[in-house]
């Protein structure tokens, strides 16, 4: 009610500088709009007059005779909703007649001396904070491997985009990681693999040991018959080595733009866009929305809300040593994947050899829940005391502060809603087993990217449908892939005892069973 509302004596300023398109300045008119009709039911602050501000200072005394009159004609609360609703309509006309018009408006209105200017600059302040509201034709949710590669893909197709991530930076959480052939084809593509060569190792083989009684099982050759298959090397790095080759990319490239500290906390379909706002107040008005923020996906519930993520029981620990302190035995120039009855430890070097990578997995005895007080290091070295010497060695070398329950979630049947889509982790969660989650989710931002570039921002829904044709199908296979191996590695009983037989048969040169995954996709032929 007018006259009730207490005075605010803090005052904003208008970023006249972000103002640089039409839409932006749509956006500051309606925002304009709702605060004038605010400031009605305050009192009015003072302005100090400059040099700058005269014909404004006589217009607001012209319009001092009708203030009385506007204040007792909005007595009631029902009234001044009237007043705000017609004055954005009014806005918006406005605009839009801008908007057609636009080259005349911004030749002769929109110049330095009005906009740039210090002293108007200075001069421009009003009651109420605007809400900052972006328009963007591509926002990208969440800044990990999948986010920043989906940013990158889009830009070198040409397409602007601003990512935004809820962190003060852009790091990667976690130790080493696998990169099988798929994963570097799309890295080649991205024109990042040289970069993350550079700090990567090349294994010669995957051996499969058992880690209960020492015996070398089986293994795959990585070695030049590997590569002629499938055009390119498996190699190990470390995390951060590939999330930094590609925030690097995404630096260097004019189209894409980084924020951070950028938590979404609402989503608002709209009937030709989607809004999104943070906690920061900050909103974006948005053609099109990719979900990137993964495991723990906010924007996951807009789509599906299928609840959070599953535990599956089992717990990791992982983290990496000098590769000084590390034996011989332990394989420096393999993959290690030491498996038992409900545990496996995998190891190799990364860095260009400097580190050693290790990571202990194990099912707890107890019932998951959201504390830390099941699947301790106390169980973990329990879990393993039953293991040959070699695992025992392994162990007493684990980083046990890094500890990561291991979660899982169904596939889903549809990736998108309206305007939002969603990719990697946030879409398709997998267990680690197949060292397939950041390859997934490159596959994902590329087959985006190329969807979108065949058929525009104007066909959305076609955009979407061809890319969730194109990677439901082989992301939920790699998701029951990956739990195929999990419980292959795990047996225990009669059941190790024949997957140890059917794995000593196993030639080194069979690819036959990872060919539908390593192999170059039909879509990625050029």
């Not at 304009?32 to 700058?52: D, G, R, S, Y």
């Not at 200017?117 to 999948?146: C, F, K, Q, W």
């Not at 500890?403 to 998108?416: E, I, T």
């Not at 044709?469 to 225990?492: C, N, T, Y």
């Amino acid at each position: 009610m007018i006259g009730l509302a207490q005075r605010v004596k803090k005052v904003y300023e208008i970023e006249w500088g972000s103002i640089d398109n039409v839409a932006s300045f749509m956006t500051l008119v309606e925002e304009l709009a709702i605060t004038v009709a605010q400031i009605h039911c305050e009192p009015p602050l003072p302005i100090f007059p400059t040099k700058n501000t005269k014909n404004f200072i006589m217009a607001c005394k012209k319009s001092n005779d009708n203030r009385e009159i506007i204040r007792t004609t909005l007595s009631s609360f029902a009234k001044q909703k009237y007043l705000m609703k017609d004055i954005r309509c009014f806005s918006m006309i406005y605009a839009e007649i801008a908007r057609r018009d636009h080259e005349i408006f911004f030749r002769n209105f929109r110049n330095a001396n009005v906009f740039k200017g210090t002293e108007s600059l200075n001069d421009a302040r009003m009651l109420y904070p605007l809400v900052h509201t972006r328009r963007e034709a591509v926002l990208i949710v969440g800044g990990g491997i999948g986010g920043l590669a989906t940013a990158l893909s889009f830009a070198q197709a040409g397409i602007r985009v601003r990512l935004v991530e809820k962190n003060n930076n852009f790091r990667e959480v976690g130790a080493g990681m696998q990169l099988a052939p798929n994963c570097s084809r799309l890295l080649a593509r991205l024109g990042v693999l040289q970069q993350v060569q550079a700090n990567a190792v090349f294994p010669k083989q995957i051996v499969w040991m058992d880690a209960l009684s020492g015996e070398r099982l089986t293994c795959l050759d990585l070695g030049p018959k590997f590569v002629e298959r499938f055009g390119y090397p498996y190699i190990v790095v470390h995390r951060a080595d590939l999330l930094n080759a590609l925030y690097e990319a995404c630096i260097k490239n004019p189209l894409v733009t980084l924020e951070t500290n950028r938590t979404v906390v609402t989503v608002d379909e709209r009937p030709k866009s989607i809004m999104l706002e943070c906690t920061t107040g900050m909103r974006y008005d948005c053609d099109m929305v990719v979900a990137a923020d993964g495991l723990w996906s906010a924007l996951r519930k807009y789509v599906c809300d299928d609840g959070d993520p599953l535990s599956v029981g089992y717990v990791t620990y992982r983290g990496t040593v000098g590769i000084d302190q590390v034996s011989k035995e332990s394989g420096l120039e393999n993959v290690q994947f030491w498996i038992g009855p409900d545990m496996h430890i995998v190891q190799y070097p990364v860095r260009r050899g400097q580190l050693f990578n290790q990571a202990a997995v194990f099912k707890s005895k107890l019932m998951p829940d959201h504390t830390d007080q099941w699947g301790t290091k106390e169980e973990l070295n329990e879990r393993f005391s039953t293991g040959c010497d070699q695992v025992k060695k392994i162990l007493s070398l684990l980083q046990t502060n890094f500890r990561w329950p291991v979660y899982d979630r169904n596939p889903l049947s549809k990736w998108s809603r309206g305007r939002l889509v969603l990719v990697g982790d946030a879409a398709h969660p997998m267990l680690q087993y197949a060292a397939q989650g950041a390859a997934q989710a490159i596959e994902d931002a590329c087959a985006l990217a190329d969807a979108y570039k065949k058929h525009g921002p104007s066909n959305i829904e076609a955009v979407f449908h061809e890319y969730e044709q194109e990677r439901i199908p082989l992301s939920s296979k790699v998701v029951h892939f990956a739990r195929a191996i999990g419980d292959f590695a795990h047996q225990s009983g009669n059941a190790k005892t024949i997957r140890d037989e059917i794995l000593c048969m196993h030639d080194m040169h069979d690819f036959d069973c990872i060919t539908w995954l390593y192999e170059e996709k039909r879509n990625e032929k050029k």
